[in-house]
């Protein structure tokens, strides 16, 4: 597809995810930027996402919001850059897309705030418990360079994120499986450069 690619974010948010992302795609995309409470609230922005939140992309006419759907639909829309698996592969790559979306998401806002889950309500909460979500992560990772078979792909951009997140707010103890999958990761190019433009971004508006 040839239409114009635009990517809704604030460059302290989740949209550092797809910022990587993109910047793994190598293809032209416009920024639009958004504060929180003022133009994220704005008709504009909700006409894109009536939630309010970043990050959202829009494609030609199509508007996807999500991180797991904006990384999932990117992958497919551009297959030349090599972030959808083989279909033999791409079992596990929805398997652990998902799950982040999912258990791994719902911990890091749970510990985040300081929910608890009571022990016997766990059977309730689709993580089960913070500890039960981190270790099958944990063990999903476990003596592997990438998350979904022998190279890296669009699951790999948000698995990554977000253990970085959980690490940086110390929302999770250091292991030896995130460090030994994350270090390489951290020296890509592309997660180099979006660290780099959401830094100088955040510098310049304060």
Same mark, same amino acid.
């Given at each position: ?48 996402? !009536?939630?309010?939140?970043? !990050? ?28 959808? !698996? ?121």
């Amino acid at each position: 597809m040839s239409d114009t690619l635009t990517f809704y974010t604030n460059p302290q948010s989740r949209g550092q995810i797809i910022r990587w992302l993109l910047e793994e795609l190598g293809q032209p995309y416009e920024t639009v930027l958004l504060d929180y409470g003022t133009t994220m609230k704005g008709p504009d922005y909700l006409a894109i996402n !009536p939630m309010g939140k970043v !990050p959202a992309i829009k494609h030609g006419d199509q508007v996807i919001t999500e991180c797991a759907a904006i990384c999932a639909y990117l992958a497919d829309a551009f297959p030349q850059s090599g972030l959808l !698996p083989p279909p033999e592969r791409r079992g596990a790559y929805f398997r652990w897309l998902f799950f982040t979306a999912g258990p791994l998401e719902a911990i890091f806002t749970a510990k985040a705030i300081g929910w608890e889950v009571p022990a016997d309500k766990q059977g309730m909460a689709g993580f089960g418990s913070f500890d039960l979500a981190i270790d099958t992560i944990a063990g999903a990772l476990d003596g592997k360079a990438f998350v979904a078979g022998d190279r890296f792909s669009a699951a790999d951009v948000y698995v990554a994120s977000l253990l970085d997140f959980m690490l940086n707010f110390k929302l999770v103890e250091p292991r030896p499986e995130f460090n030994a999958y994350l270090t390489p990761l951290r020296t890509r190019p592309a997660y180099v450069r979006a660290k780099e433009i959401d830094a100088a971004l955040v510098a310049a508006n304060g």
